[in-house]
């Protein structure tokens, strides 16, 4: 470890150690003279303030620099306060990881139709995260007498939300002061109603710009407040709780979930009392802990396991929880053709994920076929079973006295293959860091071999990105280290290589802010999955498997990934070749943020996915 000490390289600019300021005293304006709202951007803000949204993410523009001026000279960038970013796309990242922790939403501001655009990608992603967000826009002067030469012009259009409003909850362009505040409280009020998706608010910079002609005040905002989750009909819950008494191979499949530990709580209290097996899902957040006994298989990934078909197979009565991919997965586990054709056992499916779809996005997947559909929110449902249940004592056939499937995860390292860390020792050093510590795994990467999972509490980890996108992740980490700040859990995200740098430059704003946060790069200098892909085209045509890294290898020269973090003002450890030394830098980086730092660890991994590792018997 001492080694890796002495290694450890500070930021470009910057000592190491302990951050050199607050948060809360970042970017303090001068005293403004206080005083009523006086320009049209002042209540907008006002309103902002009002919802509870504590910080607002941006990168500066001038469709919204009236905005701008009263949230620092008329809030004193205070409730909301900025979140500065070097990119659109970070800002609405930013946004997705604060509301994957919270659930709560931030606000965000684009600049005009150019900012939007390079926000698209992440606005989808959100959208397919079922995250809420509050997302600003701003147009140009909507009177072609009000517009500068050029710039206004070119920053200027119609309908601008038509460029996202598929992957939008609602969206609106107001054209006076009054209806901006209704908008702003309309877009809270649907991004908090489940299911979650992002809003937009597209504001005239000259209905910001323009003076107050009389006083406008924001409203009681709890009057428009979001409605309760809904629950599921009594006669729902009663005919399903008989079948759960009556079941002798029950499996409740828990998907999307809150991060609140007493939802927690009422699922493991569900699982108990029916005596189901539990699967839970790699693409979800943590939603039940995976060292239970009735977790019978490790989280459920891209590809279906012997294990996972066997215990599909044996069941008796399937629970899903708005699991996501219902139909596709049952579909796998069956080898069933891409069809409606229902599994052979009931199945209860219980989401509000329909009331999103549409005809653009086919994010909502294959049509499930279900017996018992139930349109409610799943931690509701979750409640009310248990309600109904109670003093039930289950007998089902599971055999939990089996070995857990832990018990199958190696006891000896693979060893350090060519210069690189082997897959499964990388992830059972990140495990084994995880387990130590209160640590929060905002991603874990594209390759993590399931059995290495090690998820005990709601926010052990949270989850894929819902739109499959790459470039979002150090964004995500910036966002949930925001909102785990003071929280005494350590932020730790594991990116791979592709997607770290695709977004690397988020990573600045975590130092502005002062933001504890690891972030640990699997590092296979290769876009791999690519590769697969390539192979897989090759050998269905025959031709040489050998040329798949062409145009997919980062390597002549091999990115300084170390270097770049530095510049954002992240100490760096690395490269790492050895999982001796990465579980030692992993050691002292634990030290460092802890303490208040940020630190990127540069492990080298071996090419490759650790599909078998740590397979459970069936």
């Known amino acids: 470890m001492n080694d890796i000490r002495r290694s450890i390289a500070p930021p470009a600019g910057a000592p190491s150690g302990a951050p050199s300021g607050a948060m809360e005293d970042l970017e303090r304006p001068q005293p403004a003279g206080g005083g009523p709202a006086a320009w049209g951007s002042d209540p907008i803000a006002e309103t902002l303030r009002a919802l509870e949204l504590p910080y607002i993410a941006l990168v500066p523009g001038s469709s919204f620099r009236g905005l701008h001026d009263s949230l620092v000279n008329h809030l004193g960038n205070r409730a909301p306060q900025m979140v500065l970013c070097l990119h659109e796309e970070h800002a609405v990242a930013i946004a997705d990881g604060y509301a994957r922790v919270t659930g709560r939403p931030m606000a965000v501001a684009l600049h005009a139709n150019v900012g939007l655009m390079h926000a698209v990608m ?16 701003a147009n140009g002067p909507l009177d072609a007498h009000k517009r500068r030469p050029w710039i206004d012009w070119v920053h200027t259009c119609r309908d601008q939300a038509a460029m996202v409003r598929h992957c939008l909850k609602w969206d609106d362009q107001p054209a006076s002061v009054e209806a901006a505040v209704e908008a702003v409280l309309r877009a809270h009020q649907i991004t908090t ?19 107050l002609d009389g006083p406008i005040r924001v409203p009681p905002v709890a009057r428009f407040a979001a409605a309760p989750p809904p629950e599921a009909p009594a006669a729902v819950v009663a005919a399903v709780a008989s079948a759960l008494r009556g079941a002798r191979r029950p499996v409740l499949l828990f998907g999307r979930g809150s991060r609140d530990p007493d939802d927690w709580n009422r699922r493991i209290a569900l699982a108990e ?17 995976t060292d239970h006994r009735q977790h019978r298989l490790p989280p459920c990934g891209e590809r279906r396991s012997d294990a996972e078909r066997e215990l599909i197979a044996a069941a008796d009565l399937i629970v899903s929880f708005d699991w996501l991919d219902l139909a596709g997965y049952l579909r796998s586990c069956t080898g069933q053709a891409q069809t409606c054709a229902p599994i052979g056992v009931p199945v209860v499916h219980c989401s509000l994920d329909s009331l999103l779809a549409n005809g653009w996005s086919m994010d909502h997947q294959a049509l499930p076929a279900v017996d018992v559909p139930v349109l409610a929110h799943p931690d509701r449902f979750t409640a009310q079973l248990l309600d109904a249940l109670h003093g039930h004592h289950p007998d089902t056939a599971w055999d939990f006295a089996a070995p857990h499937w832990t018990a199958h995860l190696p006891a000896q390292p693979q060893g350090d293959p060519a210069d690189r860390i082997a897959l499964g020792d990388f992830a059972m050093a990140v495990r084994r860091f995880g387990m130590e510590r209160p640590v929060t795994f905002v991603r874990l990467p594209l390759g993590w071999p399931r059995a290495a999972s090690h998820f005990t509490h709601p926010l052990a980890y949270l989850g894929k990105d819902g739109g499959a996108a790459v470039g979002v992740g150090p964004g995500h980490a910036v966002g949930a280290a925001l909102a785990l700040r003071g929280s005494g859990r350590i932020a730790a995200a594991v990116l791979g290589d592709g997607d770290l740098l695709m977004g690397i430059n988020a990573l600045w704003t975590a130092s502005h802010l002062h933001l504890p946060l690891l972030i640990v790069v699997a590092n296979n200098t290769s876009y791999f999955n690519d590769e697969l892909h390539q192979e897989t085209v090759a050998l269905a045509r025959e031709r040489p498997v050998e040329n798949r890294w062409i145009g997919q290898r980062l390597a002549d020269p091999e990115v300084d990934i170390a270097a770049m973090a530095r510049a954002q003002g992240f100490e760096a450890i690395g490269p790492v070749r050895r999982a001796a030394d ?14 208040g730092g940020r630190v990127l660890i540069d492990a080298r991994i071996e090419p490759g996915y650790a599909h078998a590792f740590g397979q459970p018997a069936p």
Do not use: K
């Open 122 to 137: 992440p606005i989808y992603n959100a959208w397919c995260d079922r995250v809420p967000m509050v997302v600003l826009g």
């Open 193 to 211: 109603t489940a299911p979650h998706g992002p809003t937009y608010v597209c504001l005239d910079v000259s209905v910001q710009e323009a003076p």
């Open 273 to 289: 009392a029916t005596g189901a097996a539990v699967l839970t899902s790699m693409h979800n957040p943590a939603v039940f802990p």
């Open 582 to 595: 990465l579980a030692a830098a992993l050691d002292v980086a634990a030290e460092r943020v802890a303490a």
